[in-house]
Each structure stands twice: as structure tokens, then as C-alpha cells.
């Protein structure tokens, strides 16, 4: 079992929905949680940023970290097609970030 | 903004060749940081390092070295390519422990 899973997708929505990217994981030691977005031929761009549990706002995009469950989610409302690219959802203990495989997003206009 | 720079975007070298890939980052971080990313695997953690001239090894060491001789350089080498070793590439950094990875944008790496 990987210790963070996420759908590889594709995923494809209209422009202006409201878009959830989910991942689940399974080590308990991760004590902060990221999402990064990457374009085509492009490095992962840092988008999120979370320690505890609950809900962090940024703009349009919301992050959301269960630990009970070990789920956490990203969604972003009013969704753009600037906002197609892969999401790669990660969890941290200490130095070391274990990543998902990512999500790809496409917006259609 | 955080400034990690690789030295090339696209690079083919041939079986058995030793291969350098070179990072440098311009926010005085103390951790650096190489992986790789294959399709269907994600980003896999290769070495890192937390201060000048110390490292540690991630997930896949095996074939790999790296180099830590200034804070903003960190170097990747591959002893002797082999084929299985095309990928792409990422360096990333970070101010300390616990604080957000920033990467560049990554070198493509092809040996034929």
C-alpha cells in the first residue's frame, strides 16, 4: 500500500464548477500536508500549506485535512481553465515529503 | 520568491557516461533535495541534504551520489547511466525543517 493515494484521474469539468481533489493516507506520523499544482513540463508550484486538522482558505482554493480519518482535499471553486494541470497532493514528517501520484485536471472553457 | 535554478532542461547522455546535474537556490535554505518523477509513481525522494557537506539518502539512493560543497548548490551525479535512469528530475528546497518544498523546473533526462 502506498502511503498517500490519489486518483490519477483525468478529471474534466466546465469551467466555473467547483472541483474536489482528494487523497487518503496511511502513516500517522505526517504532521503537515501540502498541494502543489504542475503544469505541462514544469516544476510543482506550491499552492497549499497545512499543519492541523480543519479547513485553510486561499482565494479560491480551500484545503481540508481530517486526521481521524486521514483524508485530506483540495477544492477549488470557480474552477478556470488556467487551473488545468496536475495536482499532487503530499504528507510531511520531518525532512521528508511522501507525494501522491497526482490528480490531472482539465477545465473546459 | 524562491529562486531554484537547474542547470539544464533537457539533457541525453549515453549508457555509462557519469552525469552531473547541477541546482542552485538564491534564499539562503538550509535543506536541498533531489528526486524523480516517473509516470504511475509520483515524485520518489533520492537524497537530501540539511546543511553544507551532509547528506542522506532517500528512497532510491542506488546509482546516484550527491554533492553539498556551498549552502545554495547541491549536486546530483550519476556514477555510470543506465537506461533505467531516464527521467525527469526535480530539485527543491527549503528554509528548515518542517517548512514547504519549493522545486525548480526540472531537468529531462534521457540516456540512450
Known amino acids: 500500500q502506498k502511503e498517500v493515494e490519489q486518483d490519477p484521474g483525468p478529471l474534466s469539468v466546465p469551467e466555473g464548477a467547483i472541483v474536489s481533489l482528494n487523497c487518503t493516507y496511511s502513516?500517522?506520523?505526517?504532521?503537515?500536508f501540502m498541494w502543489y499544482r504542475q503544469y505541462s513540463r514544469k516544476g510543482p508550484e506550491l499552492l497549499m500549506y497545512?499543519?492541523?486538522?480543519g479547513n485553510k482558505e486561499d482565494g479560491r482554493f480551500t484545503a481540508q485535512v481530517d486526521k481521524s480519518s486521514k483524508y485530506i482535499s483540495l477544492f477549488i471553486r470557480d474552477s478556470q481553465p488556467s487551473d488545468s494541470a496536475t495536482y499532487l497532493c503530499a504528507g510531511g514528517a520531518t525532512n521528508k515529503l511522501i507525494f501522491g501520484t497526482g490528480t490531472l485536471l482539465a477545465v473546459q472553457p | 520568491d524562491v529562486k531554484v535554478t537547474q542547470s539544464s532542461r533537457y539533457l541525453v547522455k549515453r549508457t555509462g557516461e557519469k552525469v552531473f546535474l547541477e541546482c542552485v537556490q538564491d534564499?539562503?535554505?538550509?535543506?536541498m533535495f533531489w528526486y524523480r518523477q516517473d509516470p504511475g509513481l509520483g515524485l520518489r525522494l533520492i537524497y537530501f541534504s540539511y546543511d553544507v557537506k551532509m547528506k542522506e539518502k532517500g528512497d532510491i539512493p542506488e546509482g546516484y551520489s550527491v554533492s553539498r560543497e556551498k549552502k545554495e548548490r547541491f549536486s546530483l551525479i550519476l556514477e555510470s547511466a543506465s537506461t533505467n535512469q531516464t527521467s525527469m528530475y526535480l530539485c527543491?528546497?527549503?528554509?528548515?525543517?518542517?517548512?514547504?518544498?519549493?522545486f525548480g523546473d526540472g531537468t529531462r533526462l534521457s540516456i540512450l
Open positions: 527543491a528546497s527549503s528554509l528548515t525543517t518542517y517548512q514547504p518544498q519549493h
Open positions: 497545512t499543519y492541523s486538522s
Open positions: 502513516n500517522s506520523a505526517f504532521q503537515y
Open positions: 534564499m539562503d535554505h538550509e535543506n
